[in-house]
């Protein structure tokens, strides 16, 4: 086959991105705090500035633990969408301010994806930032970049967590404190730290009874005023020891049973050990991040076009060690469940076959599948938590990790008898909330993609069938498949 | 030759395939890799099992349905495959495909609208048809490249990963050792499928191999009802359903770039997620409304054909090269038995693979990649 090759491959990238729909000086993902408070600032300084937050997410997403771990505790309200909007309206006035500075706010609008070119990457027309909302997705262009992501929930794993009534405190915070809109009514609360005082304070001034709270140290970990705010209300703190079980029926968890075998009632089983500073689309953008025990994990590096702010660049720093406090959590939760205690609830894992690198239950497993371990893997190298999930699919699943992932880190390192900082980070990818494929879809599609679309490389010698080629069909089938490519 | 020890640089589905069946004649097998077994494209693909194109075909096509049992770990393959056309121009592309499966005596039924959405319950009503291969099928590649590693190991192999070759000894006209930065291995053969970077290694043995590496991206999404047949694409997108029921699919437009000794510095994926998104939501219109959940890119190495290289060179003699032009994962049943043959008895015993062979390139201008358009964007 003659090709006559013109400097120019038809089906490369090159040239056949959209641009971004529009451009902004500053781009605020996140309207907590500190992001709002970013976006004032830059608007007052006289950029253009446009402030997104994802919340209100449907009630769907918040089914799926997006972005908080919401455990099933949502009350129906979380449905009525703009109930919900008019909610975070009155929970931030500073929303108004921003807005009034010139800051364009966009609430329900997920970021999901940030974009520069930069390592493996050059085709990229302007540096982009993915929204979306509940209607389409688009880009939008930046001259630099604000995260004020916040921090997500630590879920830890016991018997009996994979049902509702199982959440995280800054859920709980959430549906509290902004939406109204959290359906338990006693909740127990696992940890001590002030993110756990703080959480039971709050939930006994909104008048939720508190059946107390679980410590696995020999002493509450918090600041002694919180510590005392709470012995004032009442309220006890289980020392040295952990949630044995959760017990539960169809609407989820009605008790807890403690190591110690006291039984608690309640319908919710707060998980108060920590929050995890959301760095998904930094990690997601390939930008630097370093584990900060003390900030609350991994948190970004910094750069000049992408800062972060607020608790997504780490928890405010009191000299607490918040990865040995997990740690030791994890340790004693792992020593009094059986191995058949589910970790990633998306697909099911349990932490045999998680520390078992077995696959799923749909597959087979032959004697020599059995035979393999954790241990057999980690004679060929250190623990990835990557190389994990493709084998166990453990955080593989819908809910992207945010369950599982630091869980399945932890529970590594014990395994491998590793520090924390040993594991790498199991990578985050774009979209780094899920996104339904009729809504992050394209429809407008830049003509010169269109063009340039080929199943693979377009190249037209690639997939002539042996037989054929040097006899009349090789002809035909670049006619036929390949048409103008290197003609 | 048994009992002899080959060296494999390069710990992906070929290399570690040819590993295996090496250990399956008895051969002391070493294989050497930068990182994790499996990590860049064997690991990064649609898991596509249909090269029906290759001289490698027949016995691909015989292999895959005996691998689980032959590693003795999953590897999720299923048979056969429907492509979906969305176009009348891809209908009529397909059509002709299908004719040419026909005359090459490939087994394929052209399916009407309602043929295809009786096969394919995801299908919608908007396509112009469809054609079933009864051939081929797919697999999941994570899962197969390392059992590609096990079931070599379970023979006595030597997997050493964040290994990463650097050089070479030679003498007598031959390679003696492979050298990496903590150790030399002794060898009596050498295997080079080391992807992308199997360019600049046979640099220095003076061997020049045509290579120009390219990013290509995916998309999956949250599980889907199962289908009876998972191999469905068509509207020029590549990709399955998988056993768990998530639907993987790519295609589209591809960046050429530049890989350094350690290959890819990076891995990104681009918005072009959304142009994927766009075009799987019309492939599978009743799963248009499931979550997207990740997207990846993986880095595939072309030859300026785009068929493989897969050649015993004769200086040094003793060894064989292997880079597989994005078709790797599907073929390497088959590859990893011609690189077995050519290692032990210097000819592929089932197939002829001349084609195949470097020579193709002699004569090759100096600059192939500017001429085709393959240079990274600067």
Request: net charge negative.
């Amino acid at each position: 086959m003659e090709l006559n090759f013109t400097g120019t491959d038809l089906c490369a990238i090159n040239g056949t991105r959209s641009p971004a729909e529009a451009h902004y000086g500053v781009v605020v993902i996140g309207a907590g705090r500190s992001g709002t408070a970013a976006a004032i600032e830059a608007a007052k300084a006289g950029s253009s500035v446009l402030l997104v937050d994802e919340n209100p997410v449907s009630g769907a997403l918040m089914g799926n633990d997006v972005p908080l771990y919401f455990g099933g505790r949502m009350t129906a309200a979380t449905q009525n969408s703009e109930r919900m909007l008019e909610a975070i309206f009155m929970s931030a006035p500073a929303l108004e301010q921003a807005m009034e500075a010139g800051a364009e706010v966009l609430l329900g609008t997920s970021a999901w994806g940030v974009y520069r070119n930069g390592p493996g990457v050059a085709s990229l027309p302007d540096q982009v930032v993915g929204l979306a909302d509940s209607a389409r997705s688009w880009l939008v262009g930046f001259d630099r970049i604000v995260l004020a992501t916040g921090a997500r929930d630590l879920a830890l794993a016991f018997p009996g967590w994979n049902q509702p009534g199982v959440m995280g405190a800054a859920a709980l915070r959430m549906l509290l404190t902004r939406y109204d809109a959290f359906a338990g009514r006693r909740v127990l609360v696992l940890g001590s730290h002030d993110l756990a005082l703080e959480s039971v304070l709050l939930a006994h001034e909104r008048g939720l009874e508190v059946a107390g709270l679980i410590e696995v140290r020999d002493a509450p970990q918090g600041s002694a005023d919180l510590v005392a705010q709470v012995a004032a209300a009442g309220i006890a703190i289980h020392c040295g020891q952990t949630i044995a079980s959760a017990k539960g029926g169809i609407e989820g968890v009605t008790a807890a049973t403690l190591t110690s075998g006291e039984v608690i009632a309640c319908d919710t089983i707060c998980v108060a050990v920590g929050l995890v500073p959301s760095i998904e689309l930094v990690d997601a953008m390939h930008g630097p991040r370093a584990l900060n025990p003390a900030r609350g994990g991994y948190i970004p590096a910094g750069g000049e076009t992408v800062s972060a702010v607020g608790s997504c660049a780490g928890l405010a720093d009191t000299g607490f060690d918040h990865i040995a406090y997990r740690m030791e959590w994890m340790r004693a939760l792992a020593a009094i469940s059986a191995p058949d205690t589910i970790i990633c609830q998306c697909e099911e894992v349990t932490r045999a076959d998680l520390l078992g690198v077995q696959p799923p239950n749909y597959l087979s497993r032959p004697a020599p599948m059995c035979a393999r371990s954790l241990e057999t893997l980690l004679e060929d190298g250190p623990p990835n938590p990557d190389q994990i999930k493709r084998l166990t699919r453990a955080g593989m699943g819908v809910c992207q990790g945010r369950r599982c992932r630091d869980q399945v880190a932890m529970l590594l390192a014990i395994a491998a008898d590793q520090p924390f900082g040993m594991i790498p980070l199991a990578t985050h990818r774009a979209p780094v909330r899920p996104i339904p494929l009729k809504i992050i879809a394209d429809w407008h599609e830049n003509e010169a993609m269109t063009a340039a679309w080929d199943v693979w490389f377009g190249i037209p010698t690639q997939w002539v069938p042996v037989q054929d080629i040097g006899t009349r069909h090789e002809g035909e089938h670049r006619e036929m498949l390949y048409t103008g490519m290197y003609e | 030759m048994s009992g002899a020890e080959v060296v494999i640089v390069g710990g992906g589905v070929t290399g570690l395939s040819a590993g295996w069946w090496l250990a399956r004649s008895g051969v002391k097998v070493t294989v050497l890799d930068k990182g994790i077994v499996g990590w860049e494209a064997s690991g990064r693909n649609g898991g596509g099992a249909s090269h029906y194109q290759s001289p490698l075909f027949d016995e691909e096509h015989r292999l895959w349905p005996q691998m689980d049992e032959l590693l003795g770990y999953p590897t999720e393959h299923q048979k056969e495959r429907i492509i979906i056309a969305m176009t009348e121009r891809q209908w009529e592309q397909y059509r002709f495909v299908a004719e040419r499966h026909q005359r090459l005596g490939h087994p394929v039924d052209v399916l009407d609208v309602k043929q295809v959405q009786d096969a394919v319950p995801l299908a919608g009503d908007k396509c112009f048809g469809g054609v079933h291969y009864r051939f081929g099928g797919h697999a999941n590649p994570q899962r197969t490249a390392q059992a590609y590693a096990w079931a070599l190991q379970d023979l006595g192999g030597t997997i050493n990963q964040h290994e990463a070759v650097t050089s070479f000894e030679t003498a007598g006209g031959k390679v003696t050792a492979v050298k990496t930065a903590v150790a030399s291995y002794g060898c009596d053969s050498v295997v080079v499928a080391a992807g992308p970077q199997t360019a600049a290694l046979m640099a220095q043995l003076g061997i020049d191999v045509p290579l120009a590496p390219a990013r290509a991206e995916m998309i999956i999404t949250e599980p889907a009802p199962m289908m009876p047949i998972g191999g469905v694409d068509g509207h020029k997108l590549y990709g399955r359903q998988t056993m768990r029921g998530n639907l993987a699919y790519g295609g589209g437009p591809h960046e050429w770039i530049d890989v350094g000794e350690m290959g890819p510095a990076a891995r990104p994926s681009t918005p072009l997620m959304r142009n994927l998104a766009s075009r799987l939501a019309e492939l599978l219109p009743k799963a248009a409304h499931l979550n997207v959940i990740r997207s990846w890119a993986g880095v595939i190495e072309n030859s300026p054909d785009g068929r493989p290289i897969i050649d015993r060179l004769t200086s040094p003699d003793n060894v064989v090269i292997a880079s597989m032009s994005g078709v790797g994962f599907g073929l390497s049943p088959a590859s990893g038995h011609a690189i077995r043959d050519l290692v032990l008895d210097g000819a592929c015993s089932f197939a002829d693979i001349s084609i195949l062979g470097l020579s193709r390139f002699a004569n090759l201008e100096a600059d192939w990649r500017e001429r085709r358009g393959w240079m990274p964007i600067a």
